[in-house]
């Protein structure tokens, strides 16, 4: 194998690794149980959100060699930075760390260990997540190299045998809208958020690998399309596993949903393995945002802020915040990723097309628009006069809006010559 598609794979099994590891394991069964035989619905929708998205996410983000805040300029300075801020301490202490935690626990650790408190836990997590961050360089290598392929040899082997021997027939209850529950679940993965702040991560490994600006591209897009496969694979994998539970009546939580498909197809060792791939994908998911996150507050603070002092920041706002469980995280995240994961695939998706857009009227009005519905449809007395808006019990009532805001500013509105930042990011970081 030669050292490029060595490279390919190593960095697509590290980008699989760091989308998958955040606790992202117990929604696809779940989801599979609710659409039943529908199980394909589900499979395309939470892939689409889940881990297409995403990887668009990380593509946008090359043309800015991972500044990702770069992404939002158009919209405003001013929302640029406080947006990218809300999105790093989202993905970062405020839900997906501490997610990563409360995971762990819960499912790999309680079970196990049932004199060890969350604190003590928390400890020892977090001080490992430390000592692995004081030297990001090597993360994505330590990732993709040891931890990935654990992962995908114990996952397959739960899937492949579930596909060979199911543990019952489908659900014959489905709900009427499979699809678009489908595609809001594949919010809950947090991954396009995820994927915008890793990419510097991302793109400082492919760097230090030797390769230039063109080569980047290249060598991001084609280990993207490794870890597409992957993601794809396994979520499907694990909706189709769920989905062959639904006649079993036993209601059981997410968590407890996984490790139960475990026992069933593959006994005490299917158990154990399920924890062990949820441990090691926990601790890769929040040692790549630590990371990430840090060297977010060292570039947007002009170096201000010291990376060791923004990863010990992040680290006691994450234990405080895990310390309430895995439970409560879950149900604040939802509403939170509700209301700003709209508004981060909006502006993915135009600056992936921004050469065919005219005016900056289009990155203002689509963003404000889109975060507006999002944000009052948040509001439980607001829900019943929102519903008055299409796709709006869906979960997708900012859809319409942005089209209709989208056509009449790109082509009803005065043309105007757009001013990007791309050479100043390439003076910047070439």
């Not at 990218?84 to 995971?103: E, F």
């Not at 209601?251 to 490790?259: G, I, K, V």
């Not at 026992?263 to 441990?279: D, F, M, R, Y």
Request: proline share 4%.
């Amino acid at each position: 194998m030669n050292k490029k598609t060595k490279d390919y794979i190593v960095i697509g099994f590290a980008i699989f690794s760091l989308f998958f590891g955040s606790g992202n394991l117990i929604f696809p069964p779940k989801l599979g149980e609710a659409v039943g035989n529908q199980f394909y619905l589900g499979i395309i929708g939470f892939c689409l959100t889940g881990v297409i998205f995403p990887v668009l996410g990380l593509m946008a983000c090359t043309k800015t060699h991972g500044n990702f805040e770069e992404l939002f300029e158009r919209v405003g300075k001013n929302f640029s930075k406080i947006f990218s801020i809300i999105l790093v301490l989202l993905i970062g202490p405020i839900v997906a760390i501490p997610r990563t935690a409360a995971t762990t626990f819960s499912l790999a650790v309680q079970p196990n260990f049932h004199h060890l408190n969350i604190i003590e836990f928390l400890i020892v997590f977090l001080l490992i997540d430390f000592f692995l961050v004081i030297r990001p360089s090597k993360l994505i290598d330590v990732v993709g190299t040891y931890l990935t392929p654990i992962l995908l040899l114990i996952l397959f082997t739960l899937i492949i045998k579930g596909i060979i021997a199911p543990i019952s027939s489908y659900s014959t209850t489905v709900p009427v809208d499979s699809f678009p529950k489908a595609l809001t679940d594949g919010y809950e993965t947090m991954d396009t958020i995820a994927s915008i702040i890793f990419a510097c991560l991302i793109m400082g490994t492919v760097k230090s690998k030797g390769y230039k600006h063109k080569e980047k591209i290249k060598v991001i897009l084609k280990s993207s399309i490794v870890a597409i496969l992957g993601l794809c694979s396994v979520y499907g994998g694990l909706i189709y596993l769920g989905s062959r539970t639904g006649v079993l009546g036993h209601n059981l939580s997410d968590s407890s949903l996984l490790l139960f498909l475990a026992h069933s197809l593959l006994g005490n060792a299917g158990t154990i393995g399920i924890e062990i791939v949820l441990a090691l994908g926990c601790i890769a998911t929040s040692i790549g945002v630590l990371s990430a996150s840090g060297e977010f507050f060292v570039r947007i603070s002009n170096n201000k802020i010291k990376y060791n002092v923004a990863i010990i920041f992040m680290i006691i706002i994450t234990g405080l915040i895990a310390s309430i469980g895995l439970t409560r995280i879950i149900s604040i995240s939802t509403v939170l990723l509700n209301i700003v994961y709209p508004t981060t695939m909006v502006l993915i998706l135009l600056n992936l097309i921004k050469k065919y857009i005219n005016n900056n009227y289009v990155f203002k009005l689509c963003t404000y628009i889109t975060l507006l519905i999002s944000l009052l449809d948040a509001i439980p007395l607001l829900q019943k006069y929102m519903n008055y808006i299409p796709l709006t019990k869906a979960g997708f009532g900012w859809v319409i809006p942005f089209v209709i805001v989208f056509l009449i500013c790109n082509y009803f509105m005065p043309k105007e010559n757009l001013v990007t930042n791309n050479k100043l990011s390439t003076d910047k970081l070439s």
